[in-house]
């Protein structure tokens, strides 16, 4: 069966710190992979998603970046955090050209102070 | 910007009693579904409907779905209180092998014991 890993569970940091949030999957080859952020109360933002090694398509301009370096592992970076990326940030994955139902990770809550 | 939207945004009602949610969307999609999570955690996948399908059974879950007014509906029967959680609709659109999903704002729901 998959199984999909998200770590941390939490993490506080501070302004101007760099983020390094890392998802794994196990259990299927060449995934969709995707990262939201979901703000308190609020649904989720598509932040980036990624159809195969090395291809990362950005949904919307900020200063994350992601990057895919294996197969099943998918990482979301940045090198300086602001106050406005506190949030949920939560790792999904589909079957690649399936009907798009899509699996989450447990979730990592970031707070920025 | 997030093209599906939920409404209730919280609804609270009494166990056995059924749940009704809708959602709305302004655009073409290949399916919609509906996803739950409860607080802190990562999303659930629930149902599934395929654009050209009108209704759909899973359990005590109903999905209805009108392209013509770019709506759907979600209803749980017998509510029970571990039903309480957020509810979210997502639009799906096949982007070459890319599913992406656009997700509402959800509702809240609280089935009172």
């Known amino acids: 069966s998959q199984t999909i890993h998200q770590w941390p569970a939490t993490l506080v940091q501070p302004v101007g710190s760099p983020l390094s949030l890392e998802c794994t999957v196990e259990?299927?080859?060449?995934?969709?992979l995707y990262w939201y952020r979901q703000a308190a109360g609020r649904g989720l933002q598509l932040l980036f998603y990624?159809?195969?090694?090395?291809?990362i398509s950005s949904e919307v301009p900020q200063n994350l970046s992601a990057s895919r370096p294996q197969d099943r592992q998918f990482i979301l970076s940045s090198k300086k955090l602001l106050l406005s990326d506190s949030g949920f940030y939560l790792c999904?994955?589909?079957?690649?050209?399936?009907?798009?139902?899509?699996?989450f990770g447990p979730g990592t809550r970031l707070t920025v102070l | 910007s997030q093209q599906g939207e939920e409404d209730p945004q919280a609804l609270s009602i009494q166990e056995g009693e059924n749940a009704t949610m809708n959602c709305s969307y302004k655009?073409?999609?290949?399916?919609l579904q509906w996803y739950r999570q409860n607080s802190g955690r990562g999303l659930v996948h629930l149902i599934l409907i395929r654009s050209n399908e009108r209704e759909k059974h899973s359990g005590r879950l109903r999905v209805t779905l009108d392209t013509s007014k770019k709506s759907s509906s979600l209803l749980i029967t017998a509510s029970r209180a571990a039903d309480t959680a957020s509810y979210f609709c997502?639009?799906?659109?096949?982007?070459?092998?890319?599913?992406?999903?656009?997700f509402g704002s959800g509702t809240q729901l609280t089935v009172l014991p």
């Open positions: 990624s159809v195969g090694i090395g291809q």
């Open positions: 997502a639009r799906v659109l096949f982007s070459g092998s890319a599913r992406q999903l656009t």
């Open positions: 259990g299927t080859s060449n995934p969709n």
């Open positions: 999904a994955w589909s079957v690649l050209a399936g009907v798009g139902e899509q699996f």
């Open positions: 655009t073409s999609i290949n399916n």
